[in-house]
């Protein structure tokens, strides 16, 4: 067992009140993880009083807060512990494909086109690309040795508006961009594929000196149940924390305001606490 701390300190501007919704905690499921004493606040940036808000599950299983953002904006803080196993993502080169007629109904939807990932459009490139390759695990790993070779991770060319189609002809962007394009193809090939968010730090690898962020990965379902595959890094990883999951990034945006707002702060920490 390992324990991470992770956090971080965000601060938006609206100059009105205004509605939002945010994402930015670990997922029901990491919960009993979290060491006692975990801090969590939201205050006002004008006169540093608390924001009220309400917590709520929604269709997809993620926790989600609700607020009003007074006048000025507000910071959104937070430092945790949490426990993790320490083992790198499981890997299964035997978990096989289920035909689509055999998936569980709550999957389908898993299959179908989303706001970020045109399987219609990609569906012949897919094809053509993985059709020979052996079906299961082999074949979503080719996919992600595709989308790691075909983009370049490049901050300088993120934008929230690229799709999987967009990704894969410009060939530039950032992890967001890897795994949607990765969860398209996939979808492409009958195989369930989720994209989630969360926490991933340096642990196991060597340090990244660029500053930490949110990442994205996805989850392909083989062999009746779901998989972590990773198409910007690639390798299997240690201490994913996730935060939530959703068809793609539309579904699970980390921060969403009704009207208006400016990010004026971004800091995120993942790091594994010492022994």
Known sequence: MITIECGYRIEIVCNQFTAGITLLDPHPERQADIAAGARVSVTSLYDG?????????????NTCRRLIVPPGGVRF??????????NVD???????????????????????PSRYCEVDELSGTAWNL?????????????????????????????????????????????????????????RCMNIPARYCN???GDIGVPANPAPMDYN????????????????????????????????????????????PHMLQRFEVITDQVAA
């Open 49 to 61: 009083r608390d924001v009220p808000c309400v917590d709520y599950e929604d269709s997809f299983g």
């Open 77 to 86: 803080e937070s430092r945790m512990s949490v426990s993790d196993t320490g």
């Open 90 to 112: 499981v890997v299964d080169r035997n978990a096989s494909e289920w035909a689509p007629s055999d998936l569980p109904p709550e999957v389908l939807q898993f299959l179908l």
């Open 130 to 186: 993985f059709g020979n390759y052996a079906p299961g695990w082999n074949r979503v790993q080719q996919i992600c040795n595709f989308v790691n070779a075909q983009i370049r991770f490049d901050y300088q060319f993120a934008r929230n508006t690229r799709t999987a189609a967009q990704a894969f002809n410009e060939r530039v962007g950032v992890c967001r961009d890897f795994t949607h394009l990765a969860v398209a193809l996939t």
């Open 198 to 200: 969360g926490f991933l």
């Open 216 to 259: 994205a990965w996805f989850e392909a379902y083989l062999g009746g149940r779901w998989y972590t595959f990773d198409a910007r890094h690639n390798v299997p990883r240690i201490g994913r924390i996730l935060v939530a999951r959703g068809r793609d990034a539309a579904d699970i945006p980390m921060i969403h305001t009704f009207g």
